[in-house]
């Protein structure tokens, strides 16, 4: 059996487990005799720690991200996504980007708290706060840790405006808190399609909503009057691309009046754990795969330009770029983001706060 083939492990995107980048010693994979490389493919399990975090509000100032703060109530994200951005993000924490970042969560049990102290301050202006923007606010252990809820528990009791984007049908549970919120223009909610192939979005993001209950949940949002965006991404180079207009079209039928993608981002590890995943999932597809992604960034694997990152350069970009214009505009998704409202924003009273006579 090929070696990567040997490797694969059940449930989970990643191949390997190679060492941070920051670390001073490399780990690898090695048959000793003992059986060890066998051990992998087995389930490995999620292990959850708290985070010591002091602060939950992030900023950011990159010119072609469509929010200045955004909250991770979580680092690693247990659905998988080979292709997941936030991957190399692990290695500031001394773990891998490949299985511990799927393995290994840490969860900030404290966000809510600090959420409370960082908007009462007086230096605190009312900006949108995105949920997801780096790890998704809905992997499966937010149905026991909750503390995306306590976030959103929070920002409805500020009038804190807030936008999510997740792969997770769970998302639907706090319909209850995002309904009322989003009559007021206070909430908004991507959901992320990247495939609406069952088999292939099992092996490419394993751990996530199946594309079914994401176009469900894109309805259930729209019907109880939450704006929902469907985000196509990442397209993958003959891959999932020729899925674009599909996916488009379900998640307008279900209700979404947004849409947007963004082609496939290979940044620091994620190059290496991606083309070891082609390899074994889809080896006769894995040389014209990255042959195409290299025509999209000029001959190399990756570009970090801003205006380009997202999206990419050359013909075949620019062919997908034409292909996604025409099929909005066709679909009637041509809003390009939902306005939150911030001027409602008003932290309620704190417990021992004098009360108003007026």
């Known amino acids: 059996m090929d070696e990567l083939q040997r490797q694969k492990v059940k449930g989970r995107g990643a191949i390997s487990n190679a060492t941070a980048r920051y670390e001073r010693e490399t780990r690898v994979l090695a048959d000793d005799g003992w059986g060890e490389n066998e051990a992998l493919t087995e389930t490995v399990r999620t292990h959850v720690a708290p985070a010591s975090a002091r602060t939950i509000i992030s900023r950011n100032q990159s010119p072609d991200v469509p929010f200045d703060q955004s909250i991770n109530p979580y680092q690693g994200c247990e659905h998988a996504c080979i292709y997941c951005f936030a991957r190399p993000t692990h290695a500031y924490l001394g773990l891998s980007p490949g299985l511990d970042f799927e393995t290994r969560l840490f969860a900030k049990r404290n966000a809510a708290e600090l959420l409370v102290k960082e908007l009462r301050a007086k230096s605190y202006v009312c900006k949108p706060l995105a949920l997801g923007a780096n790890t998704d606010p809905y992997q499966p252990i937010e149905r026991t840790e909750r503390i995306t809820r306590s976030i959103l528990e929070v920002c409805r009791d500020f009038r804190q405006p807030v936008s999510i984007i997740t792969k997770s049908a769970l998302v639907v549970r706090d319909l209850d808190i995002l309904a009322p919120m989003a009559e007021d223009g206070l909430a908004f909610v991507g959901v992320s399609v990247t495939t609406l192939d069952r088999d292939l979005a099992r092996i490419m993001e394993p751990r996530a909503s199946t594309p079914p209950r994401r176009i469900a949940a894109i309805r259930a949002l729209s019907e109880a009057g939450v704006p929902v965006a469907v985000l196509a991404s990442p397209m993958i180079p003959t891959l ?31 190059k290496d754990l991606f083309e070891e995943w082609l390899r074994a999932h889809v080896p006769n597809r894995a040389d014209r795969v990255m042959a195409l992604v290299r025509d999209t960034r000029d001959g190399a694997l990756y570009q970090s330009d801003f205006g380009t990152r997202m999206k990419g350069s050359g013909v075949y970009a620019e062919l997908l770029r034409n292909r996604f214009l025409l099929a909005r505009k066709k679909l009637g998704l041509e809003a ?10 008003k932290p309620p009273p704190a417990p021992g706060d004098q009360l108003s006579l007026l």
């Open 240 to 270: 999932n691309d020729h899925e674009l207009e599909a996916i488009l079209t379900a998640a307008t039928e279900a209700g979404a009046s947004m849409a947007n993608y963004i082609l496939l981002r290979l940044p620091l590890e994620i």
């Open 336 to 345: 390009r983001h939902f306005r939150l409202d911030c001027g409602q924003f």
